[in-house]
């Protein structure tokens, strides 16, 4: 993806991901390219899913941690991206790429702070707070909080590392093992039953991002996330989870948790939003955030 820090985007190309080696030389291939068409590139922004190492004083910044990925484990995405390109480069996960262009372009562009939500293959979560991303010694995992197993639930879950994890129990792959098939195929009272079971699950993490983070908006985007009729249904189960604690109504409010708004190419336009703070004095994902 090649645009402005605005999140235009001028050019993009789709490269399949594959083995970790193939993926980057195509990935590298496809930005030389922009370089020849557009001209010279002045920043790099990378939004890569995750886990990966964050902390620019470690040995393995830019690497990519324990993941389910086949063979992507420990692949160095950052030290490729240097080797081949002498201009700035600000790194983040795919979600945060997402989340900071929700925050700029759709859902969450008059909300600070907010996290965003990704509820799809995986699920995953990006804080923003000061219009940069909230990080530790990693960023939030959200996707693999612990949430009580519904009455009756006997689904081992699908998490390789926690079974019954959120992402375990909820995530699109979690569903598909569940009911046998895709969520965009449940029909008829089946689909009820999956949506209600997922509503659940998905309002106890939202409870806990809630009482984590108290933000002031939630935005839920990702193929199952915005499955049709299912935030309704999450706002309502929210609403109960919360217990009416800490009795603050913009929690139960139906505009609080939203809908995404830029749908699969958030994360493209975050990346530009990256790569348009890699230059400055202070980036978006440097040092700690401010208070």
Request: proline letters at 8%; hydrophobic letters at 40%; charged letters at 20%.
């Amino acid at each position: 993806m090649a645009g402005h820090s605005d999140g235009e985007i001028v050019a993009s190309a789709r490269v399949p991901t594959t083995a970790p080696d193939d993926t980057m030389a195509r990935a590298v291939e496809r930005l030389k390219a922009f370089q020849t068409e557009h001209g010279r590139l002045e920043a790099l922004g990378i939004a890569a899913f995750g886990p990966i190492d964050l902390r620019p004083s470690s040995p393995a910044y830019g690497c990519l941690l324990n993941t389910p990925k086949p063979q992507w484990s420990h692949a160095r995405i950052l030290d490729r991206v240097d080797r081949e390109f002498s201009v700035p480069v600000a790194l983040a996960s795919d979600v945060e790429g997402a989340a900071l262009a929700e925050g700029l372009l759709g859902a969450a562009k008059d909300a600070d702070p907010f996290v965003y939500l990704t509820v799809g293959t995986g699920i995953g979560a990006g804080v923003i707070a000061g219009g940069r991303p909230v990080r530790g010694l990693l960023h939030p995992e959200i996707g693999h909080i612990g949430v009580a197993r519904r009455p009756g639930d006997r689904f081992p879950g699908s998490c390789p590392f926690h079974g019954d994890c959120l992402e375990g129990m909820a995530s699109g792959p979690a569903m598909s093992r569940r009911w046998g098939m895709p969520a965009e195929e449940l029909t008829g009272d089946l689909r009820t039953e999956a949506l209600t079971l997922e509503a659940g699950y998905l309002a106890d993490g939202l409870r806990s991002i809630v009482f984590s983070f108290a933000p002031r908006r939630i935005v839920v985007g990702g193929g199952v996330g915005l499955t049709p009729g299912l935030l309704p249904m999450v706002r309502e189960a929210l609403k109960a989870s919360l217990g009416g604690y800490p009795g603050i109504d913009e929690f139960t409010e139906p505009s609080y948790v939203r809908a995404a708004e830029l749908g699969g190419m958030a994360g493209a336009a975050g990346a530009l939003v990256l790569a348009g703070s890699a230059s400055t004095t202070r980036s978006l994902t440097d040092g700690p955030n401010p208070t």
